[in-house]
């Protein structure tokens, strides 16, 4: 009786440490989630407007992919997004894939709580928020 309860309380504990591990990275994606959300609003901001289309009714917004990328590494030392997480970069994809569009992309890496001595590296995490700049009257 005494094994089966050891070997219940081994495998409770096991569970409880993946469920920890598991929720720890899925709170710091969504932390990362809301900060590339953040740069990707502030990079849609940087628009000009492009050259007239014909039979255009309104002007169209135009992003530049550099400009994107400088105003998101701005964005990310202002609110002092790299001492939140340990290895943010921003991604080569960051830019403005269709010149309407500003995409960011960026990459941390977390290291879960009880489970750090299995993955000393951390796990990495990356995620992708994209917004549409859009002229109206």
């Not at 929720?23 to 940087?46: C, F, I, M, N, W």
């Not at 202002?78 to 309407?100: K, V």
Request: no cysteine; proline share 7%.
């Amino acid at each position: 009786m005494t094994v089966l309860v050891i070997g219940y309380l081994l495998l409770s504990l096991l569970i409880l440490t993946v469920v920890l591990g598991a929720s720890a990275v899925y709170l710091d994606r969504q932390k990362l989630l809301s900060v590339a959300d953040g740069a990707a609003l502030t990079a849609a901001d940087t628009f000009g407007l492009a050259d007239p289309v014909p039979g255009a009714t309104a002007p169209v917004p135009q992003l530049d992919a550099g400009t994107v990328r400088s105003t998101v590494q701005e964005y990310l030392d202002l609110t002092g997004a790299g001492t939140r997480f340990t290895g943010l970069a921003i991604d080569p994809a960051t830019g403005a894939p269709d010149s309407r569009t500003a995409r960011v992309v960026l990459t941390a890496v977390v290291h879960p709580p009880i489970v750090n001595f299995l993955v000393p590296e951390g796990i990495p995490i990356a995620v992708t928020a994209d917004a549409r700049s859009e002229l109206t009257r």
